[in-house]
């Protein structure tokens, strides 16, 4: 399930954008395209508090709001990139095997622009109700924003509420198939594959046919019957490759579950460990020098102040990198 790993859903969806013409919202008799429209509200869009300059203007991310959200992205797509024309080999073009070099290579282009969102959010497994939990979440804490960006998409009809907008969503959802994970600081605990059982079917079947091609080949030279040899070297001939597909399918379903929770890797749980990160840091600077007993009583006042095991509060405001 690529979409989901490690307790992260992983949503990427791709929204076409409308390609009719639509009313210049700042003039009267001025018309317009949906994607110049598009990019104004993304443009308008406030970013989250990561810079000084965001942060003097003071406006956080919509994203923000959310205490699911770890990172979201709008972007607008135009066309896909062209890698450049496919080498060709110059024998089979002498040997007409290949297309000569003044015969140009089809290119792939999109019908039309497409919105890009990304985003990154905790949920408890990758189903689909898991999915339209969240969304009906986002729409409940940043709708007008949602509304302002995606009635220059095909769909908009739908953005009447929560519903509608996770149908919209879904419709256009692409299988994010690498997810960027890193919150587990350890290896996690995972069960080794047993690879002396899953091989064992195919190891009996190799043996079967060995033994029974041997035993015909001896029975071909002596007076004994070649049948029941015969039947072995058959039997393992079916058995071998049917363990060895049962071998790749039980490795294949392995490979294809999700990696575990991490720790504490929650939004709440990682701004809390933000916030105690940059508090710790400064403790460490103020008490440089301090005597066994200042320092533990003051690691004590640090503790009562900032309370580890309450992830709720205090904590790292959603959206900025300083406390």
Request: hydrophobic share 50%.
């Given at each position: 399930?690529?979409?989901?790993?490690?307790?992260h859903?992983?949503?990427?969806?791709?929204?076409?954008?409308?390609?009719?013409?639509?009313a210049?919202p700042?003039?009267?008799?001025?018309?317009?395209?949906?994607?110049?429209e598009?990019?104004?509200?993304?443009?308008?869009?406030?970013?989250?508090?990561q810079?000084?300059?965001?942060?003097?203007i003071?406006?956080?991310?919509?994203?923000?709001?959310?205490?699911r959200?770890h990172f979201?992205?709008?972007a607008?797509?135009?066309d896909?990139?062209?890698?450049?024309?496919?080498?060709?080999?110059?024998?089979?073009?002498?040997?007409?095997?290949?297309?000569?070099?003044?015969?140009?290579?089809?290119?792939?282009?999109?019908?039309?622009?497409f919105?890009?969102?990304?985003?990154?959010?905790?949920?408890p497994?990758?189903?689909?109700?898991?999915?339209?939990?969240?969304?009906?979440?986002?729409?409940?804490?940043?709708?007008?924003?949602?509304?302002?960006?995606l009635?220059?998409c095909?769909?908009?009809?739908?953005?009447?509420?929560?519903?509608?907008?996770?149908g919209?969503?879904?419709?256009?959802q692409?299988?994010?198939t690498?997810?960027?994970?890193?919150?587990?600081?350890?290896?996690?605990?995972?069960?080794?594959?047993p690879?002396?059982r899953?091989?064992?079917p195919a190891a009996l079947?190799?043996?079967?046919?060995?033994i029974g091609?041997?035993g015909?080949?001896?029975?071909a030279?002596?007076?004994?019957?070649a049948k029941?040899w015969?039947?072995?070297?058959?039997?393992?001939?079916?058995?071998?490759p049917?363990?060895?597909w049962?071998a790749?399918?039980?490795?294949?379903?392995?490979?294809?579950?999700?990696f575990?929770?991490?720790?504490r890797?929650?939004?709440p749980?990682?701004?809390k460990?933000?916030?105690?990160?940059q508090r710790f840091?400064?403790?460490?600077i103020?008490?440089?020098?301090?005597t066994?007993?200042?320092?533990?009583a003051?690691?004590?006042?640090?503790?009562?102040?900032h309370?580890?095991?309450?992830v709720?509060?205090?904590?790292?405001r959603?959206?900025?990198?300083?406390c």
């Open positions: 399930m690529p979409n989901f790993d490690g307790g859903y992983f949503l990427t969806a791709l929204i076409p954008v409308r390609q009719d013409l639509c210049d700042r003039t009267d008799a001025t018309v317009t395209s949906h994607l110049h598009l990019r104004a509200a993304l443009a308008a869009l406030p970013t989250a508090l810079t000084p300059a965001t942060e003097a003071g406006l956080n991310s919509p994203f923000a709001r959310s205490d959200t979201a992205r709008f607008v797509l135009d896909v990139a062209f890698n450049g024309r496919g080498q060709r080999d110059p024998i089979a073009v002498s040997l007409r095997l290949a297309k000569p070099p003044s015969e140009a290579d089809p290119v792939d282009r999109l019908p039309c622009s919105l890009i969102l990304v985003v990154d959010f905790d949920a497994d990758g189903s689909d109700a898991a999915l339209d939990d969240y969304l009906a979440h986002l729409w409940a804490v940043m709708a007008p924003e949602l509304q302002e960006i009635q220059h095909e769909g908009h009809a739908r953005l009447v509420d929560a519903a509608g907008f996770a919209l969503v879904r419709a256009c692409v299988e994010t690498m997810p960027f994970n890193d919150y587990w600081t350890g290896a996690p605990p995972l069960a080794p594959l690879l002396k899953l091989l064992a079947g190799a043996l079967a046919l060995g091609l041997l015909a080949l001896v029975a030279l002596t007076p004994w019957h029941p015969l039947l072995l070297a058959l039997a393992g001939l079916v058995v071998l049917l363990g060895l049962w790749y399918a039980a490795v294949m379903a392995a490979a294809a579950k999700p575990p929770t991490a720790p890797s929650d939004l749980s990682v701004l460990a933000l916030y105690l990160q840091t400064r403790f460490a103020d008490t440089q020098g301090a066994p007993e200042a320092l533990h003051a690691f004590g006042d640090f503790l009562a102040a309370r580890p095991e309450d709720a509060a205090p904590t790292q959603r959206g900025v990198v300083k």
